[in-house]
């Protein structure tokens, strides 16, 4: 039997069982996991009740912006097939809802990939609506650089709420922040963040930002193929170095008149050059 109640500390070795199962071992939930059970959101376990291992979860994260993200949905693989995905969606959206009537959170959202058809399916039945998506960019897993880490000239920049809404970048992106699989609303405490862990960078002249949280996840404030494979080519080297899976970033549909010159710089998609990565927020 499956009962739920909330994450501890005390379940990590538990977790780390789940996620050695996810992405190849490459999950960032071990990173965050501490993080999680401390914040302000609500971190959901799901337990077998005979030895209270901890077989599932999912998290209800608050944005800078307001939102109550939801992520981290995860079952341990012996437990799959049981429905026990379906309750923790379903209990973990129950909790962001009495945030919302709180006034604690002002919306609830989350984001997904195409082929999680399951989840799309799911989430759409509980009231959730797809609000923007864009295309995943990458380089096959075995690609090698062709640069070396001393080709590049590499600074952080800071760079004000102001300033950053100007940029055409956030404008054709309806002012979403779309880094590490979380879309979010630009804020002064965002930037103020970002600024803070300088996540801001500047790579042989290109400017954008990164995050890391499994993965290096980059965005080119100037959307050419020479700032994507310069950034890509320099985060290529740091994830081999930190052995994190393979970097990522994201155009839109407009950016699709550059999808020659990628493919000449051995870019890929993870959905034949379609939009792939989904934004959804509940709206009943």
């Not at 538990?14 to 401390?38: C, M, N, Q, R, S």
């Not at 963040?193 to 400017?207: D, L, P, T, Y």
């Not at 930190?242 to 008149?257: A, F, Q």
């Amino acid at each position: 039997m499956i009962i739920f109640k909330k994450v501890t500390h005390l379940d990590y070795n538990d977790l780390l069982d789940i996620a050695k199962d996810i992405w190849d071992g490459t999950d960032y939930l071990p990173y965050v996991f501490h993080d999680w059970v401390e914040d302000e959101g609500y971190f959901l376990g799901a337990y077998d009740r005979n030895n209270d291992k901890l077989v599932g979860c999912a998290k209800l994260s608050i944005l800078y912006d307001g939102t109550g993200w939801l992520e981290g949905l995860r079952v341990h693989s012996k437990y799959r097939g049981k429905g026990i995905g379906r309750e923790l969606a379903i209990k973990i959206l129950d909790i962001a809802k009495e945030f919302l009537r709180q006034g604690r959170i002002n919306q609830i959202a989350f984001a997904t990939h195409a082929t999680n058809v399951e989840s799309i399916s799911i989430n759409t039945k509980l009231g959730f609506e797809m609000k923007y998506s864009n295309i995943i960019l990458s380089k096959d897993e075995n690609y090698a650089p062709r640069m070396k880490k001393e080709d590049f000239t590499v600074e952080n920049f800071y760079i004000s709420f102001d300033d950053f809404n100007k940029l055409d970048y956030i404008r054709k992106r309806q002012g979403l922040i779309p880094l590490s699989f979380k879309f979010e609303k630009v804020t002064k405490d965002l930037i103020d963040k970002m600024n803070r862990n300088k996540q801001f960078i500047s790579i042989n002249g290109f400017k954008g930002m990164y995050s890391i949280k499994g993965e290096i996840s980059f965005e080119c404030f100037e959307t050419s193929v020479e700032a994507l494979d310069t950034f890509y080519e320099y985060f290529s080297i740091i994830s081999k170095e930190k052995k994190l899976s393979p970097p990522y970033t994201t155009i839109i549909n407009e950016d699709l008149h550059l999808k020659d010159k990628a493919i000449e710089r051995k870019f890929i998609t993870w959905f034949d050059w379609k939009p792939d990565c989904f934004y959804y927020v509940f709206t009943k």
